[in-house]
């Protein structure tokens, strides 16, 4: 598969051609930086150097890029994919979109939360969380690529809404995400002195993957979710971990809540389920397409706790992005995604 990459100076972009890179049945075709354009990106990536010395090109040779590729992932800031995406229907190409512009299913909800007007509205896209819509990715042409938080938020608790162990009001997620989840431009709040020896919250109850987790958990409830969902930024460098709070059903027992678990993620390869009173550890994913996953109940108020961790650069990103890809042209979706995590 011919694969290109629009946007691969940013962190997923330099992500996707690694894994890109360690893909059996995988090349590079083009990629392109519209800062960097002329530049190799080895120079600007140095760990890429002898094995992707490629030249960065304009998105203006898009028409070029769609002919020589099978595969097009836009890795770019959310806005810019819509218009691309609209100019390449119909080339024949399958697109994977890593930003948010696809993965809407009312695009006044992506209007409303992202505040620009929506440049595709007609477009059919899959929401890509693999482990969720595989047939659907399967036949897709298009596939909105999952947020980090989302992807790991969602996956914590969908099975117990499916199962309906939980109730859908009052349900809190409190997420973590290191310092690459901001992107690799300058801002003072990703600077060194400004994030070491730090952590704090942002965008408390107006964070964009808010809706998005919403989305995916009332579809799977079969009503209207609302949550709270506070995002953190940890002084790390990759990693998210979501601890998810939901008020159980009267009756819901231990077994239950495993079961649930078991029946819909007990084939999933990656997906690590840990059980009862396991806590998940970003250091125990770090550079792996792995999610792991555990959870304990409290009796006292009633609640069940859903702990995951996932690599936002990996799973949260690039890796699923693979994944996804994988799956569209027919292929075991664990082909150049079996790496261990990387340990310590």
Known sequence: MRASVIGATGFAGAELLRLLDGHPQAEVAYITSESSTGEDIAAMYPHLRGRIDKQLISMNELEKIAKGSDVIFIALPHGHAMKIGKMLRGSGVKIIDLGGDYRFRDVKVFEKWYKVPHADPEAKAVYGLTELYRKDVAAAELVANPGCYTTCSILALVPLLKAGLIETKGIVVDAKSGTTGAGRGLKLGSLYCSVNENFHAYGVATHRHTPEIEQIYSEFAGEDVVIQFTPHLLPVDRGILATCYAMLKPGVTDADIENAFKEMYGAEFFIRLLGKGACPEIKNIRASNYVDIGWQTDARTGRVI??????????????????????????????????LPVYP
Request: glycine fraction near 12%; aromatic fraction near 2%; charge should be negative.
């Open 306 to 339: 859903v702990m995951s961790a996932l690599d936002n650069l990996v799973k949260g990103a690039a890796g699923q992005a693979v994944q996804n890809m994988n799956v569209m042209f027919g292929l075991d979706e664990t082909t150049g995604l079996r790496q």
